[in-house]
């Protein structure tokens, strides 16, 4: 535990300018995207009330009415995907910078005293509170978009709502239901084991035999998808419907191996 | 006593670097593992260390599996760049119940280390100076060092080779692999020779300077060069 805990911490360290750097990226851009659009719908107000000589109220109504949070906020879901594709990065980044570069930290942690079983879970940890953190930032973020909409347009322009039906619009990534960040970090514990078994067996194999290894994975993963769907549909039409639940039981089934066979690599067969 | 029997490693089908790797290294004594370069030194002390699978063979010392015994001394930088050298002992510190404060301390004032001195800051020497500090602070009986020496000028040699004097050795017992054999000759108790993967011939330094009238570098060119 206090190992896990003093290499967590150590991994957070090491990860900090590249985070800050993140963080920053995200909330600059997804301001940015917002003043963009604020300015984008404002302009084009004016501009049919110039060109048509119409009231703005006619401009706003001319132009598909007041500018929707969702819409003012229509780019958030492009940066945030952005940002989840740079965590996947980061995932695989954790593990290489410790045999690239001039640090070969990688010596370091596997003749750690005790179980190795601690690297992988501090990885982990690492990258679950990233991902904490990001749900938390874009939280903020949303408070902060919202103050800047209803601050930046004319009343005519705007539609006050509930923070609420902000939530709404905004989905999963927006909402701070218990039930919905359990289960982004359900997903993102399953994401990152696979890039963390890919990792494992590219360290620890010959690249044929890791890329076989993967392959398959990938294959059951597919397959899984299609056996569970044929199943269920020559069982019974009704329980078609939950294709999707069953799957993710699968998915996650599957992740508990790899979790398992992570561990076991990290033991027994990395390779500095 | 570290013993090794039978390490065998292949990478691939075709290339075989160990090929039954058996020696043991005693209590109180300095061995020298002596190749070529890529003959497979560095991978026997990884072998020994565990950071590497075998194909097959054995690792005991005083009778157990377990590594526990045995320090480490790499040629490359092992503490992040970020971390000063007052960090990177603290680092070792939480994590080794059998780090010794007082040991690590004696040894940075010999080396002239300073705990403010940041790893990415440090030279070659310096580098090597600290992973020694790291290896010997470390209350173990057994200690690998990986070409200690290399890629050093001569005054920082004298410098580490220094330690192979030292008390610091007091209990110790040492393998290590190196190409500046000049600068510790005078230390060996015992050279491995590999070739291809095999331990071709082990000689007592006494041995080969008595009866034989030949340095290590003597050998070495012999077993070498024909």
Redesign the interface.
């Known amino acids: 535990m206090k190992?896990w805990l003093?290499l967590t911490n150590?991994e957070l360290?090491?990860s900090t300018k590249l985070l800050v750097l993140l963080i920053s990226g995200l909330i600059v851009a997804e301001i940015a995207s917002l003043l963009y659009q604020i300015y984008d719908y404002q302009h084009s107000v004016e501009a049919t009330m110039r060109i048509e000589q119409i009231s703005e109220l006619d401009a706003i109504e001319q132009g598909g009415g007041p500018l929707l949070f969702a819409q003012a906020t229509n780019f958030y879901d492009s940066i945030i995907v952005l940002a989840m594709g740079m965590i996947v990065l980061f995932a695989f980044w954790i593990w290489y910078r410790d045999w690239m570069g001039?640090?070969?930290?990688i010596?370091?942690l596997?003749?750690?005293?005790g179980s190795r079983r601690a690297i992988v879970a501090s990885k982990m940890t690492t990258l679950l509170l990233v991902v904490a953190s990001l749900i938390g930032i874009q939280w903020v973020l949303l408070l902060l978009s919202r103050t800047l909409y209803l601050w930046l347009l004319p009343d005519a322009q705007q539609v006050t709502a509930s923070i609420n039906e902000y939530s709404f619009y905004m989905k999963l990534f927006y909402t701070m239901y218990p039930s919905d960040i359990l289960f982004i970090l359900l997903m993102t514990f399953i994401v990152i084991s696979f890039v963390f078994m890919t990792v494992l067996l590219e360290r620890?194999f010959?690249k044929s035999k890791a890329f076989l290894l993967v392959g398959l994975t990938a294959i059951a993963l597919i397959a899984g998808w299609i056996v569970i769907g044929v199943t269920l549909s020559a069982i019974s039409n009704d329980l078609s419907q939950l294709h999707m639940q069953f799957y993710l039981g699968y998915v996650v089934l599957l992740t508990l191996y790899v979790s398992y066979k992570n561990l076991r690599l990290v033991q027994?067969?990395l390779?500095? | 006593m570290l013993e090794v029997k039978g390490l065998q490693k292949r990478?691939?089908r075709k290339k075989h670097v160990l090929r039954d790797v058996t020696f043991s290294v005693g209590l109180n004594e300095v061995t020298c593992l002596i190749g070529l370069n890529g003959e497979g030194k560095s991978t026997i002390l990884?072998a020994i260390?565990?950071?590497?699978?075998v194909d097959a063979g054995t690792v005991t010392v005083d009778g157990k599996t377990s590594r526990?015994q045995i320090a480490?001394v790499?040629d490359?930088?092992?503490?992040?760049?970020?971390m000063t050298i007052g960090q990177a002992l603290t680092?070792m510190t939480?994590?080794?119940?059998d780090w010794n404060s007082e040991t690590a301390e004696r040894l940075l004032q010999t080396f002239q280390l300073f705990t403010t001195d940041k790893?990415a800051n440090l030279s070659k020497g310096n580098k090597a100076k600290f992973n020694l500090v790291l290896g010997f602070a470390l209350d173990r009986p057994y200690i690998l060092l990986d070409e200690p020496l290399a890629g050093i000028d001569l005054f920082m040699k004298e410098q580490i080779a220094w330690i192979f004097s030292s008390e610091f050795m007091e209990g110790r017992s040492i393998l290590m692999t190196t190409h500046e054999i000049a600068e510790v000759e005078q230390v060996i108790d015992r050279v491995l020779f590999l070739r291809d993967g095999k331990i071709v011939e082990v000689k007592e330094t006494d041995e080969l300077r008595g009866r034989h009238h030949q340095s290590v570098q003597d050998r070495m060119r012999e077993v070498y060069q024909g």
């Open positions: 190992r003093l150590e360290k090491r001039e640090t070969k930290y010596y370091r596997l003749l750690l005293p620890s010959r027994t067969r390779s500095v | 990478y691939g990884k260390l565990g950071l590497i699978p526990d480490f790499p490359l930088q092992t503490m992040p760049s970020y680092y939480d994590h080794y119940p790893m």
